[in-house]
C-alpha cells in the first residue's frame, strides 16, 4: 500500500495570510490526524478526523481548523499566519483511531 | 491536562552499549503508550509501543517497560548500532481523551 502523502512538501508563506495543508491517508485508513512539530515544543497534537467528523482536538487557537473529505483525504487551514506558525505539518492516519498511526512526510510551513 | 516528560533530552553511547530513555505521564487513565524514532529529515515512525495490561514488550534488540504505579515507561535500546541514531518520541494516550500526548523528544547519538 502507499504510504501517507502530504502536499505541498514546503511552502513560504507571509503574516496575515492563509494556507491550506492537504493530506491523504493510507486506503483504508479512516483516521487522520494533525500535528505541529516545533523544536522546542516536539509534536503537539491539532485534531483527529474520523468519518468526516472532527473526533478530537488540541488546544490550538480556531486559526487552525481543518476538513475530512468522504474519501478520507483531510485537509488543514490555517488563517490569519503568524510568525510563531513556522513548522512542520504531519499527518497521520491509521485504521481505525488513535492507535498504530502512520505519518506523512510533512509540510514544512515558514511564515516570513 | 496531559502532560508528558521525556529524559533525557539527549543521549550519546558508543556502539555496542545500551540505551534507556525515560517517560513519565500525568493521565493515571492512559492506557496506550507508543514510541516514535524520527531520523533526520525523515517522518517518525513507530518502533514498538504497549499497553496498560501489559507491564514489558520486546522486539529484537528494543524493549519497552511500564510501571502503571509510578506513572511511568521506559524504551531500552540493546546493543546500539549507528543506524539507531535519531530523535526518539514517546508518547501517551488517556482513555478519556482519546489523543496522543508526546513527550519533547530524546536525540540519540551512537558513536562508532
Known amino acids: 500500500k502507499a504510504g501517507v502523502t502530504q502536499t505541498p512538501r514546503y511552502l513560504i508563506k507571509t503574516r496575515g495570510q492563509q494556507v491550506t495543508l492537504s493530506c491523504s491517508p493510507i486506503?483504508?485508513?479512516?483516521?487522520v490526524s494533525w500535528y505541529q512539530q516545533t523544536p522546542g515544543q516536539g509534536l503537539q497534537f491539532l485534531f483527529e478526523y474520523f468519518s468526516e467528523t472532527q473526533r478530537n482536538k488540541g488546544n490550538f487557537p480556531g486559526r487552525f481548523s481543518g476538513r475530512q473529505f468522504s474519501n478520507s483525504r483531510s485537509e488543514m487551514n490555517v488563517s490569519t499566519l503568524e510568525l510563531g506558525d513556522s513548522a512542520l505539518y504531519l499527518c497521520a492516519s491509521s485504521p481505525r483511531g488513535i492507535d498504530e498511526q502512520f505519518f506523512g512526510p510533512g509540510t514544512r510551513l515558514t511564515v516570513l | 491536562g496531559e502532560n508528558v516528560e521525556q529524559h533525557p533530552s539527549t543521549l550519546s553511547v558508543q556502539e555496542g552499549d545500551s540505551a534507556v530513555i525515560k517517560c513519565t505521564y500525568s493521565?493515571?487513565?492512559?492506557?496506550?503508550f507508543p514510541w516514535y524514532k524520527q531520523e533526520l529529515g525523515k517522518r517518525p515512525q513507530l518502533i514498538i509501543d504497549?499497553?496498560?495490561?501489559?507491564g514489558e514488550k520486546k522486539d529484537q534488540r528494543i524493549a519497552v517497560t511500564l510501571n502503571k504505579t509510578a506513572k511511568h515507561f521506559s524504551l531500552h535500546i540493546t546493543e546500539t548500532q549507528p543506524e539507531d541514531s535519531a530523535v526518539y518520541f514517546c508518547a501517551s494516550r488517556g482513555v478519556n481523551t482519546d489523543k496522543l500526548i508526546f513527550g519533547t523528544g530524546t536525540r540519540l547519538q551512537v558513536f562508532p
Open positions: 493521565d493515571s487513565a492512559s492506557n496506550y
Open positions: 504497549i499497553r496498560s495490561n501489559v
Open positions: 486506503s483504508g485508513h479512516r483516521s
